[in-house]
Structure formats: structure tokens, C-alpha cells
């Protein structure tokens, strides 16, 4: 198994119910490694660049304008298959869909509301991890 790094974003509907602690610690249970971690609240600029890959799908304005409406928290993560690891402790991107004990069968409102982002190839992880922090954010 290779140790590698992923990227995570705990989304606004969580930070607004005060459950940063409570995913992290599903994530750090999950044998995922925090080895940065900031909190912010882009704009709506910024989300419609993060999510660009998105653009021409029908959910892409109600996306980006929720992503810019309030903080949320950037995290890279490290450990043994991070990404497949990361992927499956999120749960399948519909909460009534995902498995019981996953982040967003636990904690998610809606498909759009569904608590936590978390990258899926290692070359979108890189991409993302990149775009929110320099190397000296990121310390393990």
C-alpha cells in the first residue's frame, strides 16, 4: 500500500453546525493523517475557479454560490491509500445513498449540502491541495 496525500474541505453546512471536530476525527479515525488545515470563506471567484471542472453541469450555480457562503476548512491528508481511504469515510456523494458510519450519511443535509469535498485521483488531489496551500502549510 502507498502512503499518499489527498486533499479535504469540510463544507459551509458543517462549519455552520459547528462539526469541523467531529468530521476530523472520523477522518483521523479513519487512519487519515491532518498534515494542514486552515479555515476560509472564499468568494464566490474563488469557488467557481476551484470547481471550474464543473462549469457547463446544471448544479454548478447553486454549487459555487453555497461553497461562497460561508467558511469552510481546507485540509491535506495523509496515510495508506489516502484517497480511496479519504473517499470512502466521506460516503457516496447522495446521503441517503452512503453507507451508515460515513461522514455524509452521518452529518450531510442534502446532495448539495453534503458536508465534506474530497479529492479523487491523485493528480486532482495535487491540483487541489496546491491551490489552497504553499509547501510550508504543509508539515508531515
Keep these: 500500500m502507498a502512503v499518499e496525500r489527498t486533499f479535504s ?5 458543517a462549519t455552520h453546525r ?18 494542514g488545515s486552515k479555515r476560509v470563506w472564499m468568494g464566490l ?19 459555487t454560490e453555497f461553497m461562497s457562503s460561508g467558511p469552510t476548512i481546507v485540509q491535506v491528508l495523509k496515510g495508506e491509500n489516502a484517497i480511496a481511504r479519504n473517499r470512502y469515510i466521506m460516503g457516496a456523494t447522495n446521503p441517503a445513498e452512503a453507507a451508515k458510519g460515513t461522514i455524509r ?3 450531510a443535509l442534502s446532495i448539495t449540502k453534503n458536508s465534506i469535498h474530497g479529492s479523487d485521483t491523485p493528480e486532482t488531489a495535487e491540483s487541489e491541495i496546491s ?3 504553499s509547501k510550508t502549510e504543509i508539515v508531515g
Excluded at 474541505?9 to 453546512?13: N, Q, S, T
Excluded at 471567484?45 to 454549487?63: G, K, T, V
Design 18 to 35: 459547528n462539526l469541523t471536530g467531529a468530521i476530523t476525527k472520523m477522518l483521523e479515525d479513519a487512519g487519515l493523517r491532518v498534515i
Design 45 to 63: 471567484r474563488d469557488a467557481e475557479d476551484f470547481y471550474a471542472i464543473h462549469r457547463e453541469r446544471p448544479f454548478f450555480a447553486e454549487l
Design 131 to 133: 491551490y489552497w496551500f
Design 9 to 13: 474541505m469540510i463544507k459551509p453546512d
Design 105 to 107: 450519511r452521518t452529518f
